[in-house]
Structure formats: C-alpha cells, structure tokens
C-alpha cells in the first residue's frame, strides 16, 4: 500500500514489514491524517499475523512532521503496544532535529520499542 502527496510518500513493504516515510508530512490537521492512520493499522493487522510478529516504521527519510503527524504516530505506537505480540522498531536519523528529540518520547508509550537513530 502506497500513500503520495505533494511533499511526501508512505509506503508499506509487507515482504519486510516495514512502514517507510519520506519528504516533508505536514498536513493540514488531524483531518487529513486518515488516510495515513488507515495505512499503519493495515500495516499491524499483516504484522500480527506474521511469525515472529514485528513491525518497522522507517522514518529516516522524513525530513519533517508537523504536530498532527506525531500525535498519528504516538496512536499508532498505544495500539501496536495494546496488540501486546508485536515487536517494534523505529528507524530515525539524528542528522534531522525534530526525530532525535520525538522518537526517544516514543519509547515512553511502549517501553519495549526499539528506536534506531544513525
């Protein structure tokens, strides 16, 4: 499954369970998140489904997220974490300010996530 807009791209890789985000998301409120937010629970239904269940969101090439788009994101994380027997792991760059600061705060909704910075 493939979301594109303007500034941006999301794509899902079921073969690798992995949810890659690029270019710049800064939508216009929660209201234009759906679409977003429909995606990344498509992307949990296939993850718990999979043995070893695992699920990674690739954020490395996400130069921006506006305030909207991390409140989507930290949702995603409370359900991934109410599934309870999915394993998770957040990808980032530390080269791009807002992710070295937001992606560590993630780990404060699911103790368990493994966050990536490189």
Excluded: C
């Excluded at 979301?3 to 929660?30: C, H, N, Q, R, W």
């Excluded at 090439?61 to 998770?88: D, E």
């Amino acid at each position: 499954m493939e979301i594109k807009g303007k500034e941006y791209e999301v794509v899902y890789d079921p073969a690798v369970s992995t949810v890659i985000f690029a270019g710049e998301l800064a939508l216009m409120g929660m209201g234009e998140y759906p679409p977003i937010a429909t995606l990344l629970e498509q992307s949990l239904e296939t993850a718990i489904t999979q043995k070893p269940s695992q699920l990674t969101l690739d954020l490395r090439h996400l130069k921006f997220l506006n305030s909207s788009g991390i409140n989507v994101i930290s949702k995603f994380v409370i359900k991934v974490r109410r599934a309870g027997n999915v394993a998770m792991t957040i990808k980032g760059s530390d080269s791009i300010p807002w992710q070295s600061k937001s992606l560590v705060n993630l780990k404060r909704l699911m103790p368990g996530m493994v966050v990536e910075l490189g």
